[in-house]
């Protein structure tokens, strides 16, 4: 009987991850329904000094020879991806480092960014700084590295000059939400993306519930999904 049972469980487990496998490239061909939602906010201008967890955590700016010699290289991008992002101009990577290994990073885009969730290339604002990919290895967890990673990526975006920053989540990721708010950033916009086949919808809301904005067309959607407004490209 112990071992019909672990046989049943080993095929379920499989039948779980094939279907999960099935659904997610169904998604990608547009051949079932794609519905994502995102939630954004932004820096307050009166920004005081930069959270620090502890003073044995140092914050870096990496570069693509840096990233590729790393020896503790983690996130959420590939090092491949990342050493390309490096390379590409107005895109910095900020890594966390106790001692000589790697306990976080996060990205700061400007210009336009990658949304792949909404399958689109937002326009970033001239005088704004996007983070994004920010990660902490699960050891560094629940000492504030997360919320001093973004406040240090504040400080290194305005000492280039960029005058506020924005970041998105997606609502369920209450955990981010709690360091926006403590933080003191603004709540934004909300936007949702909805596709089926060839049909893709692109809205976003405000939260004094203005008219919402809504296109059909990924060109015109990367113009105002970062923002809430028109940003010319």
Sequence with gaps: ????????????????????????????????????????????????????????????????NQIRASQSFLGWLRREDAISDAKTEGRWMLAAYKGKEMVGNCWLHSGSTDLGIFEINGRVAPDCVYITHVYVHPSARNYGLAKALITNAMKYARSIGYGRCNLCCVPENSAMIRIMCNLGWSYTHRAHYLRLFCFRRYSVAFPEKRKILTAFDTVYASSFIMHGMIIPG
Aim: net charge positive; aromatic share 14%; glycine share 4%.
């Design 1 to 64: 009987m112990g071992c019909l049972g672990n046989w049943n469980r080993n095929n379920n487990m499989k039948m779980r991850r094939l279907l999960f496998i099935l659904t997610y490239y169904l998604a990608r061909l547009g051949l079932v329904v794609r519905s994502k939602k995102l939630i954004f906010y932004e820096s307050p201008h009166n920004f005081d000094q930069p959270f620090e967890p502890c003073t044995e955590i140092k914050f870096s700016i990496l570069d693509a």
